[in-house]
């Protein structure tokens, strides 16, 4: 296995003004009409401009019950731009605002009750942050731009850098993903090299799973990007450009995945952000689909979320582009770069539960 190096608390100054970072986002979709995946182009995920979304004449009549308990569209005061993630500590809610390279504080009700922008205190900056994670202690921010993982206790100070170092001749690596194990350490995804890494809680390199180049079926990944953990340690990846989710062993090991590529039921055209829940279901948001697409434990598609009226079959989607996912407790939590946070109820949700129609479907893998 190549190693990629850990370096405690690298200050390094950034080789660019902080306004960078926002400025190569802004081009990328205002001019160019493409975002950025790891270093590789994309068509942009842009509200409104493809129409009514695909996601709700595409991904059949099965509609997952999982009710809306609230949208935060802006918090006022401190107006968010392209949120993507989101981090749950108590009754406190942490979003990772891409667009303006800090973290937003919010209570309960969306209000902001304080910015954490890490250059504040002469730190390194927020370089393109693209996921965050806590294990109720501290913030972990994958800091795309600077190849590195910032740690940040809950009140925005900074504590340490996680620096990712390029094995010779590869790229400097891309974290765009990152989760905490269950027994300490993380997971990170790596979007340049195509592998996902897991760190011990000193964030040294305990193994990686991919080739290090573009690679799919059990050998790799193409672009992975977020990620999440379930109570046994299994790792859950989006292959962004594979369409799908690949669930690793707590060792690195293939398991299987959910979805493939398409734009159907039970396909995935542009999968974001992943959620697992206690009776296995997995959870995926899908930024063109316009949706979030759930699938049983044995990769059963059973439905999607995000219709404003589910008893509607012709009405529109909530989401416009659906990123980061998160379930604290039986709470939903859906980051759209353009829609904000919405915040779904799984309570009412049965084990089993079935969509609301037993109309048959393209099953995922």
């Given at each position: 296995m190549k190693t990629i190096s850990y370096r405690p608390l690298d200050w390094r100054p950034p080789n660019e003004s902080r306004m960078a970072p926002k400025l190569l986002l802004l081009a990328a979709l205002l001019i160019t009409g493409t975002v950025l995946v790891g270093a590789y182009a994309l068509p942009a995920e842009t509200p409104s401009a493809e129409g009514p979304p695909i996601a709700l004449g595409g991904l059949s009549q099965l509609?997952?019950?999982?009710?809306?308990?609230?949208?935060?569209?802006?918090?006022?005061?401190?107006?968010?731009?392209?949120?993507?993630?989101?981090?749950?500590?108590?009754?406190?809610?942490?979003?990772?605002d891409t667009g303006?390279?800090?973290?937003?504080?919010?209570?309960?009700?969306?209000?902001v009750l304080a910015t954490?922008?890490?250059?504040?205190?002469?730190?390194?900056?927020?370089?393109?942050?693209?996921?965050?994670?806590?294990?109720?202690?501290?913030?972990?921010?994958?800091?795309?731009?600077?190849?590195?993982?910032?740690v940040l206790d809950l009140t925005g100070r900074l504590q340490r850098v996680v620096s990712l170092e390029a094995a010779p001749g590869e790229p400097a690596p891309r974290p765009i993903g990152v989760a905490v194990m269950p027994g300490g350490g993380l997971a990170v995804s790596d979007a340049d090299n195509h592998r996902v890494l897991r760190l011990d809680g000193e964030g040294h390199v305990l193994w990686s799973a991919g080739t290090g180049a573009r690679a799919g079926g059990q050998e790799?990944?193409?672009?992975?990007?977020?990620?999440?953990?379930?109570?046994?340690?299994?790792?859950y990846v989006v292959d962004t450009l594979n369409g799908r989710v690949v669930e690793l062993s707590p060792d690195g090991a293939f398991l299987r995945q959910f979805g493939r590529l398409g734009d159907t039921a039970g396909t995935l055209s542009r999968p974001k952000g992943v959620a697992v829940d206690a009776e296995g279901r997995v959870f995926v948001s899908d930024g063109l689909l316009a949706a979030v697409e759930v699938f049983a434990a044995d990769?059963?598609?059973?439905?999607?979320?995000?219709?404003?009226?589910?008893?509607?079959?012709t009405s529109p989607s909530l989401f416009q582009a659906p990123a980061g996912l998160l379930l604290a407790g039986e709470t939903l939590y859906v980051t759209d770069r353009f829609a904000g946070l919405v915040t779904f109820d799984l309570s009412s949700v049965p084990p089993a539960a079935p969509a609301t129609t037993g109309e048959e479907t393209d099953s995922g893998p």
């Open positions: 509609v997952f019950p999982a009710p809306v308990i609230a949208q935060v569209e802006q918090p006022a005061g401190e107006p968010w731009t392209m949120p993507v993630a989101a981090a749950v500590v108590g009754n406190t809610t942490f979003v990772l303006n390279n800090r973290v937003l504080k919010l209570d309960p009700a969306g209000r954490f922008d890490t250059a504040d205190g002469g730190g390194p900056p927020m370089q393109q942050p693209l996921a965050i994670a806590s294990d109720g202690i501290h913030l972990f921010i994958a800091n795309s731009l600077a190849a590195d993982l910032l790799g990944f193409n672009v992975p990007g977020a990620l999440t953990v379930d109570g046994s340690g299994n790792i990769g059963t598609y059973v439905g999607f979320i995000g219709r404003r009226d589910p008893a509607d079959p």
